[in-house]
């Protein structure tokens, strides 16, 4: 099975042509600008029409009218993940967006204990500490999302939000790591589980 990976399009969703070919296709947030009702119901009218057998996505720090919110009439084939999990193919994806209000309020390293220990394919929108998350020598990823995703050992961990890293792949500690933001690179990771 293929995965085609992408992230933070921030409502430049339409100007994706020539995706390539894969069974799922996996949003890791930020698939509006602005965080509008209008922006995401665009987004999921073209995330719904897309070719994939199966579409999944997550909300990021953008996607601000999703806190809280559910998301119901999607087709049978695409689904949104808010701390929740879908079984495909016998293949378990978890997902865990990321909002202001979490943050703030110091919700994420309770909302990372809770992603199972089956998990297959775990979807972030924020890195884990370390893995690729440096920009300008610093690293923005989680520490408690690290110690989580070590835990739990998922066979694929997908997320995006930093735009500006060197490397969009890679292995660590029998982890296959994506991060999909990197813009105007025609980078779109495809995945083979």
């Not at 999703?66 to 087709?75: F, R, S």
């Amino acid at each position: 099975m293929k995965i085609l990976h992408i992230s933070d399009t921030h409502g430049k969703h339409r100007d994706l042509t020539d995706l390539p070919e894969a069974d799922i296709i996996v949003h890791t947030g930020d698939f509006t600008e602005d965080g509008t009702e209008e922006e995401v119901k665009d987004f999921v009218e073209w995330f719904g029409g897309l070719p994939y057998s199966h579409k999944i996505f997550i909300a990021g720090n953008h996607d601000l009218c999703l806190y809280g919110a559910n998301i119901e009439g999607l087709p049978d084939n695409v689904h949104y993940l808010c701390n929740n999990s879908v079984t495909i193919n016998g293949i378990k994806f978890y997902g865990v967006p990321m909002f202001v209000e979490d943050d703030l309020e110091g919700n994420f390293p309770e909302l990372f204990s809770r992603i199972p220990d089956d998990t297959d394919v775990l979807l972030t929108h924020q890195p884990p500490l370390g893995i690729l998350d440096e920009q300008d020598g610093i690293n923005y990823g989680d520490y408690s999302l690290y110690k989580r995703v070590m835990e739990v050992k998922p066979k694929y961990h997908l997320f995006g939000h930093l735009h500006h890293v060197e490397e969009v792949y890679m292995v660590f500690r029998r982890v296959r790591f994506s991060n999909a933001a990197r813009r105007g690179e025609g980078c779109f990771p495809i995945l083979k589980i």
